[in-house]
């Protein structure tokens, strides 16, 4: 009876063992190879040895993996989206350097050794909105002056939009919405109701998650206005309110998406921060009554 349920244990494992073999066989059937599209590019990096290269990165680091220990990196504590990298050696064969930050995003660098300072700290936040432009040469046929041209247009059209965001005796509205070429113009007014001037010193925009708005280091993606124009001038005197026109390419959000607006004062804390949704875009108007300069 021993040996019977032996050879039946042993003739069970030959049959799974290849049963098994064929599902793997006709599963390395189904892999295709990897597409160009697929394959994460490196950013080129160059460190030295006597010289630390910086990256700033538009979320929290989390993880750090480097191809090889000649290469050293450190996370600045009081900056947590601050990657510090040196030389661990001198002439080092080039390496891989592959960073996460805490919005799940994975960045991909090629280090190599170089003691030039010419690209020791590099926005990592700022590379990446270069493809903003790339897009609005692909999708619009609007030249800078006739840019210019359109946001002055915008200024005088009317508003239909009441997004508002209000504190410190500050109110920051969204008036309306416009397209042309492929193109969006948000037109904003900001009024101030105290005798305190307000210094501008910039505006950020964000696409977030909704439930992760609060956190600056789960952002999704920063966009770069093609176009931002005050009205009267950059800042809003005592009692007196001023319009802002900011381009971008044409985009939407999801309904669990939001496109938020910081605007920061200069050397004070009257920061405002005014939310738009996915359906306010979908109120954007046309733009046609632009008409080009005459000689």
């Avoid at 990096?45 to 700033?56: K, Y």
């Avoid at 480097?66 to 990196?73: D, E, F, K, L, N």
């Avoid at 041209?149 to 410190?168: C, I, P, Q």
Wanted: hydrophobic residues 40%; aromatic residues 8%; proline residues 3%.
């Amino acid at each position: 009876m021993h040996n019977q349920m032996k050879n039946t244990m042993i003739i069970f494992a030959i049959l799974f063992s290849l049963h098994t073999g064929s599902l793997s066989a006709q599963q390395q059937l189904k892999i295709r190879p990897i597409t160009k599209d697929a394959v994460l590019p490196a950013y080129p990096v160059s460190v030295g040895w006597d010289h630390t290269t910086a990256l700033v990165f538009p979320g929290k680091v989390v993880s750090v993996d480097r191809g090889h220990g000649s290469v050293m990196a450190k996370v600045e504590e009081k900056a947590p989206n601050l990657l510090l990298l040196k030389a661990g050696k001198r002439s080092f064969s080039p390496t891989n350097l592959h960073v996460v930050t805490a919005d799940a995003r994975l960045y991909h660098f090629r280090i190599s050794y170089d003691e030039s300072l010419a690209r020791s700290s590099i926005n990592i936040a700022r590379q990446e909105l270069r493809f903003w432009e790339n897009v609005r040469l692909a999708a619009s046929r609007l030249a800078a002056d006739e840019l210019e041209r359109t946001g002055d247009a915008v200024m005088e059209e009317e508003a239909f939009l009441r997004r508002t965001s209000k504190d410190y005796r500050m109110k920051f509205r969204l008036e309306g919405i416009y397209q042309k070429e492929g193109l969006l113009f948000f037109r904003f007014r900001v009024a101030n109701r105290s005798r305190l001037p307000y210094s501008v010193e910039g505006l950020l925009f964000t696409i977030t998650d909704k439930k992760q708005a609060k956190h600056a280091s789960l952002r999704e993606g920063f966009l770069d206005p093609l176009l931002l124009e005050w009205q009267d001038g950059k800042g809003i005197a005592g009692h007196r309110s001023n319009a802002l026109v900011a381009a971008f390419p044409k985009f939407t959000l999801s309904d669990n998406k939001q496109l938020v607006i910081q605007l920061k004062e200069k050397n004070g804390d009257r920061n405002l921060r005014l939310k738009v949704r996915g359906r306010d875009i979908l109120k954007t108007r046309n733009l046609t009554d632009v008409q080009p300069e005459t000689e």
